[in-house]
């Protein structure tokens, strides 16, 4: 397994920030937040990049924990793809490297994110970006997927985590063959 490693410049726009960092994971998260963290999983010494927002915290990051969790949308993606947030474009260039996706819709919420990060992430002619929120956005008529992975939950959603994956579920079921939504979950 290989982790997915982003090159994504540091920045930042109003509320939101990208904060790249080296170390491994007894000095990554403090680095990038500011504060001590522990990790959930080994990281090794590297560079991670990390999508940040205020006061959220840690919206998406590249480390192996990361791609673990990312594990059913590897494992899924087939044909034409839709994908809930941007974040750090962490999924474009494993996407682009499988021969088996022919489109990728991505729906990112936050323009501060698409500004921080859409020019610096790999993407070629079959990704396409639209602006708008996953729990009111309306898919154009006929628009059909068959793979939809959500990655759109953050720390400030009024729903729990296994709520949202619920009403996600329910709300692009019309949509999409097949659905996967990220978890916080520690993959074992």
């Not at 008529?141 to 985590?161: A, L, T, V």
Request: with cysteine; aromatic share 12%; net charge negative.
């Amino acid at each position: 397994m290989t982790r997915v490693q982003v090159n994504i410049p540091e920045g930042s726009i109003n509320d939101w920030s990208i904060k790249v960092v080296t170390g491994d994971s007894s000095t990554i998260f403090t680095d990038a937040l500011g504060t001590p963290a522990t990790s959930l999983r080994e990281e090794p010494y590297g560079k991670y990049t990390f999508l940040l927002h205020n006061p959220s915290g840690i919206v998406m990051l590249d480390t192996t924990l990361e791609y673990l969790q990312h594990e059913p949308l590897w494992q899924g993606a087939t044909g034409n793809v839709l994908i809930g947030g941007l974040g750090i474009g962490f999924v474009n260039q494993k996407l682009m490297d499988n021969p088996n996706v022919t489109s990728v819709t991505i729906v990112e919420k936050n323009q501060e994110v698409i500004d921080l990060v859409w020019q610096h992430c790999p993407k070629d002619s079959r990704f396409t970006l639209v602006h708008a929120d996953m729990e009111t956005w309306i898919p154009p008529e006929g628009s059909y997927w068959d793979y939809g992975w959500f990655d759109s939950w953050i720390n400030n959603n009024p729903m729990r985590p296994d709520e949202y994956a619920t009403f996600i579920q329910n709300r692009f079921a019309p949509y999409c063959k097949e659905i996967g939504v990220w978890s916080p979950e520690f993959p074992t």
